[in-house]
């Protein structure tokens, strides 16, 4: 690893350090708006883009590569050839581009492929101007947008001058940054960076940021130490001591030491070898030849070495993969192993061990780097309120956009929204919901780049400076007694649908890859009954979870039943695919319509009671984990025959039930199997109220399980026969209003009050019953 004392400062050519403050293009021009003033000015720069070239290649300068990047873009985007330039590396292709040359202009080679990318005939650059026109540095100081970075809030744009004024490329070409007021040590770290040598993450530049981000953490941020304050931190069962360079790592027994570790988040791949089971503990405690390691356990050990930590805790190495005890005792322990951890390394863009943390950096790696601007640090003084001059730098905005809104670091109390768009192999796999959400501080080694995330600050490369965060909710700020219970139950609800829509190797799972995340909320924050991914507290709500019906302008996706006994019929968990559970509102909407409060009244007494509710851990050593469990229930239950299924609404597989009462189609159906495979048919189903909300009456849909010989057969489980049930699905009616009715005569016609209210008058007549769902 390169010391960044034996690196050299990227250099600047003499275009850019011409620059002369004092001497503008033209302006400064000031204008005022509801945001505030902005000012704009602007300074000659390379004479030609034959010019430019030359100087990005040939003298290597930082600047002109940057603005000769945005050039590039700016042409696919103008011919929306998202592809024309993808093998054009003028870097490595032109690199020997001599002095001779660039007197004489372009080579040949290099000018037939400057043609071909910026003079075709439909490009809407001015051929005959632009290419031998002027360029204009513009900047725009202006203040900061929401949520954006005060340090890079002044825009720099890219002109063509003609005949001797501005053209610009388009309207909106600020693709370029004026940074400025970064700390000492931060301004240190950039000068230094070697450019032409950082080829991936884990060189100098990386190494330092890392360090720098994690002792920042340490030293000034009080309420991550006040977090880490309020426990006693003890190493995991077993760590990896990965000691000096010299020495190979070797797994030890913690025997309940206190010491701070390092945690590995990863994907294993398809058939992972390299792991711990009962016959190999022995020799992996004796030591291991980190050659003969996978290539991400081998980063993983360099960066724990980089921080100055002597442990390191990887899942494949640290449980015995072939022993149920030990798997059962430790996976009920990830929540704490991952919530004490130092830091967190997830190696984000590999899909196996044998991809590695680190990513070798593409163009992107130079574009994105801070370009240190000496020539511009009185300018930033001149429109800034700062007293003394800072070091500037100029930045093109690219993979956080322009504001740098990083994704925000997800505790169990936060949406996870931010998480369902990433799409990289490690954030697509089930068991690194949790590992994301429970870890107190994490380093992300993505493709391009290292991002760093604690309670205090998100930071990436793209912004080292880092994101102070404003806003802070009582849950985070570890207020347990005055926590609204719906943002608990809401938390769960988003984690369970992002969680649901993932990957597992194993269905069976489900429960102990968030069993994490379950053992923490029960601990701290619910201190109520976990029953099989649902919460006793607010388990009504719970049980009314959903498969959305699967719909014509979606991609096409299935569910299933899990094979097995992982989880009973009437829990999210026994299903394969994505599934919903309902978001609590603020408030419940409300009408002061007298008919719509007696419905109201009327669907609230018909919902079900439930009298038990139990779960039976498959193994103790685990409690959050795979589980059977009962449910008893008494309220109306209802019968119906299942129409032919029907397209609503663009949804498919949604089916129409029509009561045994009025034999009117009053309710959908909507199973937790999609598509309901044709050898088994779901003909007929049982209804039993179990939420309302406004508008909605929502069902258990049940059918009788299987008998055999006085026994009741499910899963492999069995059971006392009797009104036994298991789920199939939801069942939904909604009401339709009478301001509908109004709006949409043709859509609703011949649908009146009392139809509306067809599935209440069928559960008031039915049968009230005591049923046992499994």
Same mark, same amino acid.
């Given at each position: 690893?390169?010391?960044?004392?034996?690196?050299?400062?990227? &250099?600047?050519?003499?275009?850019?350090?011409?620059?002369?403050?004092?001497?503008?293009?033209?302006?400064?021009?000031?204008?005022?708006?509801?945001?505030?003033?902005?000012?704009?000015?602007?300074?000659?720069?390379?004479?030609?883009?034959?010019?430019?070239?030359?100087?990005?290649?040939?003298?290597?300068?930082?600047?002109?590569?940057?603005?000769?990047?945005?050039?590039?873009?700016?042409?696919?985007?103008?011919?929306?050839?998202?592809?024309?330039?993808?093998?054009?590396?003028?870097?490595?292709?032109?690199?020997?581009?001599?002095?001779?040359? =660039?007197?004489?202009?372009?080579?040949?080679?290099?000018?037939?492929?400057?043609?071909?990318?910026?003079?075709?005939?439909?490009?809407?650059?001015?051929?005959?101007?632009?290419?031998?026109?002027?360029?204009?540095?513009?900047?725009?100081?202006?203040?900061?947008?929401?949520?954006?970075?005060?340090?890079?809030?002044?825009?720099?744009?890219?002109?063509?001058?003609?005949?001797?004024?501005?053209?610009?490329?388009?309207?909106?070409?600020?693709?370029?940054?004026?940074?400025?007021?970064?700390?000492?040590?931060?301004?240190?770290?950039?000068?230094?960076?070697?450019? #032409?040598?950082?080829?991936?993450?884990?060189?100098?530049?990386?190494?330092?940021?890392?360090?720098?981000?994690?002792?920042?953490?340490?030293?000034?941020?009080?309420?991550?130490?006040?977090?880490?304050?309020?426990?006693?931190?003890?190493?995991?069962?077993?760590?990896?001591?990965?000691?000096?360079?010299?020495?190979?790592?070797?797994?030890?027994?913690?025997?309940?030491?206190?010491?701070?570790?390092?945690?590995?988040?990863?994907?294993?791949?398809?058939?992972?070898?390299?792991?711990?089971?009962?016959?190999?503990?022995?020799?992996?405690?004796?030591?291991?030849?980190?050659?003969?390691?996978?290539?991400?356990?081998?980063?993983?050990?360099?960066?724990?070495?980089?921080?100055?930590?002597?442990?390191?805790?990887?899942?494949?190495?640290?449980?015995?993969?072939?022993?149920?005890?030990?798997?059962?005792?430790?996976?009920?322990?990830?929540?704490?192993?991952?919530?004490? =951890?130092?830091?967190?390394?997830?190696?984000?863009?590999?899909?196996?061990?044998?991809?590695?943390?680190?990513?070798?950096?593409?163009?992107?790696?130079?574009?994105?780097?801070?370009?240190?601007?000496?020539?511009?640090?009185?300018?930033?003084?001149?429109?800034?309120?700062?007293?003394?001059?800072?070091?500037?730098?100029?930045?093109?905005?690219?993979?956080?956009?322009?504001?740098?809104?990083?994704?925000?670091?997800?505790?169990?109390?936060?949406?996870?929204?931010?998480?369902?768009?990433?799409?990289?192999?490690?954030?697509?796999?089930?068991?690194?919901?949790?590992?994301?959400?429970?870890?107190?501080?994490?380093?992300?080694?993505?493709?391009?780049?290292?991002?760093?995330?604690?309670?205090?600050?998100?930071?990436?490369?793209?912004?080292?400076?880092?994101?102070?965060?404003?806003?802070?909710?009582?849950?985070?700020?570890?207020?347990?007694? !005055?926590?609204?219970?719906?943002?608990?139950?809401?938390?769960?609800?988003?984690?369970?649908?992002?969680?649901?829509?993932? &990957?597992?190797?194993?269905?069976?799972?489900?429960?102990?890859?968030?069993?994490? !995340?379950?053992?923490?909320?029960?601990?701290?924050?619910?201190?109520?009954?976990?029953?099989?991914?649902?919460?006793?507290?607010?388990?009504?709500?719970?049980?009314?979870?959903?498969?959305?019906?699967?719909?014509?302008?979606?991609?096409?996706?299935?569910?299933?039943?899990?094979?097995?006994?992982?989880?009973?019929?009437?829990?999210?968990?026994?299903?394969?695919?994505?599934?919903?559970?309902?978001?609590?509102?603020?408030?419940?909407?409300?009408?002061?319509?007298?008919?719509?409060?007696?419905?109201?009244?009327? =669907?609230?007494?018909?919902?079900?009671?439930?009298?038990?509710?139990?779960?039976?851990?498959?193994?103790?050593?685990?409690?959050?984990?795979?589980?059977?469990?009962?449910?008893?229930?008494?309220?109306?239950?209802?019968?119906?025959?299942?129409?032919?299924?029907?397209?609503?609404?663009?949804?498919?597989?949604?089916?129409?039930?029509?009561?045994?009462?009025?034999?009117?189609?009053?309710?959908?159906?909507?199973?937790?199997?999609?598509?309901?495979?044709? #050898?088994?048919?779901?003909?007929?189903?049982?209804?039993?109220?179990?939420?309302?909300?406004?508008?909605?009456?929502?069902?258990?849909?049940?059918?009788?399980?299987?008998?055999?010989?006085?026994?009741?057969?499910?899963?492999?489980?069995?059971?006392?026969?009797?009104?036994?049930?298991?789920?199939?699905?939801?069942?939904?009616?909604?009401?339709?209003?009478?301001?509908?009715?109004?709006?949409?005569?043709? &859509?609703?016609?011949?649908?009146?009050?009392?139809?509306?209210?067809?599935?209440?008058?069928?559960?008031?007549?039915?049968?009230? &019953?005591?049923?046992?769902?499994?």
């Amino acid at each position: 690893m390169t010391s960044l004392q034996e690196t050299a400062r990227p &250099k600047l050519c003499k275009i850019c350090t011409g620059i002369e403050v004092r001497k503008p293009f033209c302006g400064p021009e000031h204008s005022r708006s509801s945001s505030g003033t902005t000012t704009r000015i602007c300074y000659s720069h390379a004479q030609s883009l034959h010019e430019l070239l030359t100087s990005a290649i040939d003298d290597h300068c930082h600047l002109c590569y940057l603005i000769l990047d945005v050039i590039r873009k700016h042409y696919i985007l103008i011919s929306n050839k998202k592809n024309v330039l993808d093998d054009w590396d003028y870097v490595d292709d032109l690199e020997d581009f001599s002095d001779d040359e =660039a007197e004489s202009g372009l080579s040949p080679e290099t000018l037939q492929r400057y043609r071909r990318f910026f003079c075709e005939a439909d490009n809407t650059f001015d051929q005959a101007n632009n290419t031998s026109s002027p360029m204009v540095l513009e900047f725009v100081f202006r203040s900061p947008l929401r949520d954006e970075l005060p340090s890079r809030c002044t825009d720099v744009a890219v002109h063509w001058t003609q005949a001797g004024g501005l053209s610009r490329l388009t309207t909106t070409t600020s693709a370029l940054s004026l940074v400025s007021g970064l700390p000492d040590n931060l301004v240190r770290l950039c000068e230094a960076r070697d450019l #032409q040598n950082d080829t991936d993450t884990s060189g100098a530049y990386s190494s330092a940021l890392v360090r720098l981000w994690v002792n920042k953490c340490d030293q000034t941020h009080e309420l991550c130490r006040a977090r880490r304050e309020q426990r006693e931190i003890s190493l995991p069962t077993r760590v990896i001591e990965v000691a000096a360079d010299e020495t190979n790592p070797r797994l030890v027994e913690s025997q309940g030491q206190t010491a701070g570790y390092v945690c590995l988040s990863h994907c294993w791949g398809k058939s992972p070898t390299f792991k711990t089971e009962v016959a190999s503990l022995s020799t992996r405690k004796r030591g291991m030849d980190i050659k003969e390691m996978p290539k991400t356990f081998q980063d993983a050990v360099t960066i724990t070495r980089n921080l100055g930590m002597r442990y390191l805790w990887i899942d494949s190495l640290c449980i015995v993969r072939d022993s149920a005890d030990d798997w059962a005792r430790e996976s009920a322990q990830m929540g704490r192993i991952y919530r004490d =951890a130092a830091v967190t390394v997830f190696a984000e863009s590999s899909d196996s061990d044998a991809g590695g943390c680190f990513a070798p950096r593409p163009q992107v790696g130079r574009t994105s780097a801070l370009c240190r601007t000496p020539m511009l640090d009185s300018l930033t003084q001149a429109f800034s309120d700062e007293e003394h001059q800072t070091p500037t730098f100029i930045q093109e905005k690219l993979h956080h956009a322009g504001s740098h809104s990083l994704p925000e670091r997800h505790s169990v109390f936060e949406t996870v929204k931010n998480l369902e768009a990433r799409t990289t192999p490690l954030s697509s796999r089930g068991w690194v919901l949790q590992e994301s959400i429970l870890s107190f501080r994490a380093l992300v080694y993505e493709q391009h780049e290292v991002r760093w995330s604690c309670p205090t600050m998100k930071a990436c490369e793209c912004a080292p400076e880092g994101h102070i965060r404003q806003s802070w909710s009582k849950l985070d700020r570890g207020e347990v007694e !005055i926590v609204d219970k719906r943002d608990l139950s809401n938390a769960w609800a988003s984690i369970v649908h992002e969680f649901s829509r993932r &990957k597992l190797t194993y269905s069976r799972d489900k429960l102990p890859a968030l069993a994490g !995340i379950a053992g923490e909320m029960s601990h701290d924050k619910r201190p109520t009954q976990y029953l099989a991914g649902l919460w006793e507290d607010d388990l009504r709500h719970n049980l009314a979870w959903f498969v959305p019906p699967r719909s014509t302008l979606a991609p096409y996706r299935e569910t299933n039943r899990t094979q097995g006994c992982h989880a009973p019929s009437w829990s999210w968990a026994a299903v394969d695919g994505e599934v919903r559970m309902h978001l609590q509102l603020n408030d419940d909407r409300q009408t002061s319509e007298d008919w719509a409060v007696e419905r109201a009244r009327r =669907a609230k007494s018909l919902l079900c009671e439930i009298l038990v509710s139990r779960t039976t851990p498959v193994n103790k050593l685990n409690p959050f984990g795979d589980c059977t469990g009962t449910l008893k229930l008494r309220g109306p239950l209802g019968y119906a025959k299942c129409c032919s299924p029907a397209t609503t609404s663009h949804h498919v597989d949604r089916i129409p039930l029509a009561d045994t009462w009025s034999g009117r189609e009053t309710a959908w159906f909507d199973p937790d199997v999609s598509p309901v495979p044709r #050898q088994s048919p779901i003909d007929e189903v049982w209804c039993m109220p179990l939420y309302h909300t406004s508008g909605h009456l929502w069902c258990l849909a049940l059918t009788p399980v299987q008998t055999n010989q006085g026994l009741i057969i499910l899963g492999g489980r069995s059971s006392p026969q009797g009104e036994v049930y298991q789920r199939v699905g939801i069942v939904t009616a909604k009401y339709v209003s009478s301001h509908e009715i109004l709006t949409e005569p043709e &859509k609703h016609f011949g649908t009146t009050m009392e139809q509306n209210n067809a599935i209440l008058a069928w559960f008031e007549q039915c049968e009230v &019953k005591t049923i046992t769902i499994v």
